[in-house]
């Protein structure tokens, strides 16, 4: 398929990577990637998904190097990078690369402070790392987006499996050889299949994806051996897992141009795609006020995908109705929400979000970008009202603020771990550059368990 | 794809399954591989990958509850049967469901023993849960095959990780809900690339499935959910990871017709589309004695999958050259050997093999049956000889008798544990439907620490 060894270049530049490499402004997207990941994941920390795997698995734990994000459990380094990897996604609440659909932090993030827990490492190098990690991961993805994810990839598991490997990699010093081992033994274990959307295994994936990447660079390093041309073989990553490769997307202008800059954070806690509604929702009722009792129906012009990933008319659970563009615009009209509790089972059954749910319509129209809307209201008396948002807040062009990321992380993870150890996790991920990651990790762990250490 | 619930109805009878269900024959067959398993995973246990694995992994091992196969060391059932999967595939000896090129046993049978360890369970039921897996695994590659494994896919993995949740949810009674879980997160999790043939990676494919297999049942014990359609729905796996599939292969004469009656053995230690050429050679060793010396040319006639798998025309290692069909006729013609002695790294570069080598010629035959060849060789004085073999030894026609499983089993371990410990874990393989599966697994470890214990 193409005569470079695209993944020997790619792990000789991990390999090769330093901190003075990185501009400041990506090293400070870094930074974010990690306080909006680390809020997810105390925000999901509670969820019935890690409780039952925690049922399965905590027997199976070997020596508890490693913590449970936002619970007093603690894991091995590789369980614990499942855990966490569940937890960071199963409120749909994640950051996303937006060309690819990717939730780079994941991965890579889940399988990396597991790790830092392990080995010492500095902040400053775990950043390196991370931001290693998600380059290489949205690299991947955009060499195979978007045949990849057309065929049915779940892009978050599949590139992320790489991501973590990279990741670890780099943090553990692997060479050139170990890294291009640790890439091809990533590539063999990637997975995740978009049929899993809508139960808890789609949180599984990007755990699984850290678990594996982990596991993949410890190998490696132990001299487990593996193929030299993973991506690009004829019978590697890309030939079988897409219909389309374009190495030039993995090579092309590497360390120069940032892919890891690219991150945008979630403002609402659902699938991507349903963020412009939401936001157009939330802009309505801000005008319409009481208005919105008077709603005969609703009318959503989008994009094919958007009705394809979200389009569950009736659900039942908290859980599908993220994949529900209809719960969501109806609870944005009527209760201004989009957190995560706009997805409990008890609002999703609400009789008047209910009712309005079933006026609402959706019209798909190809020409329509992915990450716009256009929204028309019809009232009883007859008389309608148009909203079309180009860019949901959240995207690249209308960016979360620091502030706004700051209330994110306080809201979902108070939740959790309560206002006194959510504030400390947020300060302390913020200073993530400057201290042990280990630490950082430790402050997330519930009061109750503080106490007993 | 389909209007049937393939998984469910599969994930049905996995759970309805009751030892009585199972015909004598394919009980029968189902100890042989059982049999061949052991004896393959002994083979391998001391290989460097198998040491490279346990440096990486052992660390981070839970409770030490099961058996590394023929070695002092004992891992949490996830990691044992990780271990188990690579060493009795490492030497490439194992067994094969000839259809699909499937090696059966390596992600059923590892996972399934590494449990048995955990969670007592009769001799009985474990060859049920053992048949069951091999089934499921065998009629899910039959649904794909051979779209599936042309796409590079290592089916062995991509399928091993089914039956290796089938068998272990059988073994822990999961209802037809969680096996149906099971299987989607099985499905999730299906992997492996033919990138990795040649290096320690391909081994690392069984094993992994093993692993994969086993938590998955675990986790849906837990209640941990997954697609309800994970093997036929619209993203799900047979869509996304085949260009072709038939539901019939799965369920059509489910519990009638017996897939896991198929499975056969390799007298040869290496790909299985070598062995009509090393049969064929060794017929003609036994035939013309010292005139081996006078060969000036072999040229061997096979269907081009032969050379597309097994074309390495200079191997270095004892590894490679399993995917020489060039080293492995040199090899038999001189030594008369197909066994694991003949791909030593030693072997490879004896320079009378390196001498004949270069005079082996493969010509690529569309019409020739994969398991068939033939082989002329051309003498120093002009003569010829023609040899054509229709179907291996070990094929289904030909199958490998009791004693020579015995043979094989009892040269390959005693190598690595010694003759009488080999002895034992022979006696207790055929035993193991009257035995406690882990006192079989015991049996196995070397004297040196069954003295420690």
Known sequence: MTDRMVTRELAQWISGLSGSDIPGEVR???????????????????????????????????????????????????????????????????????????HP????????LALAELRPMSGEDFLTALIAGVEVECRIGNSVYPAHYDRGWHITGTAGVFGAAAACGQAMGLDAQRQTWALGLAGTQSSGLREAFGTMTKSYHPGVAAMNGLRSALLAEAGFDSAEQGIEG??????????????????????????????????????????????????????????????????????????????????????????????????????????????????????????????????TDPDMHEASVNITLTFNDGTTLEKYVDRAIGSRDRPLSDAHLEQKFLTQAGLVVGEDVAKAALDAAWGIERADPASVARATVPVSSAAAE
Chains 1, 2 share one sequence.
């Not at 932090?105 to 990396?112: D, K």
């Not at 690219?262 to 412009?276: D, E, T, W």
């Open 234 to 363: 004829r019978r590697g990553w890309a030939a079988i897992l897409s219909d389309a490769f374009d190495e030039t997307e993995i090579l092309g202008g590497l360390g120069e141009r940032w892919e890891a800059a690219l991150n945008s954070y979630k403002p609402f806690a659902c699938g991507i795609v349903i963020h412009p509604t939401i936001d157009g929702c939330q802009q309505i009722r801000a005008e319409i006020g009481d208005r919105v009792n008077d709603i005969a129906k609703v009318e959503l012009r989008t994009h094919p995908l958007v009705l394809e990933l979200t389009g569950k008319r009736a659900p039942r659970t908290g859980l599908e109705a993220k994949f529900s563009v209809f719960h969501s615009a109806a609870c944005a009209l009527l209760r201004g929400d989009g957190a995560p509790t706009a997805f409990t089972d008890e609002v999703v059954n609400l009789p008047e979000i209910l009712d309005l749910r079933g006026r609402v319509e959706a019209i």
């Open 105 to 112: 932090a994941g991965p890579v993030a889940s399988a990396l």
């Open 28 to 102: 400070s997207e870094g930074v974010r990637t990690f306080v909006n990941w680390l809020g997810c994941a105390l925000g999901g920390a509670d969820h019935p998904s890690m409780d039952a795997a925690l049922r399965a698995l905590s027997p199976f734990s070997g020596p508890r190097s490693s913590t449970v994000l936002g619970r007093t459990d603690t894991l091995d380094p590789m369980n614990a990078a499942l855990l966490n990897g569940i937890s960071s996604h199963v409120l749909d609440y994640d950051d996303t690369h937006l060309k690819t659909i990717i």
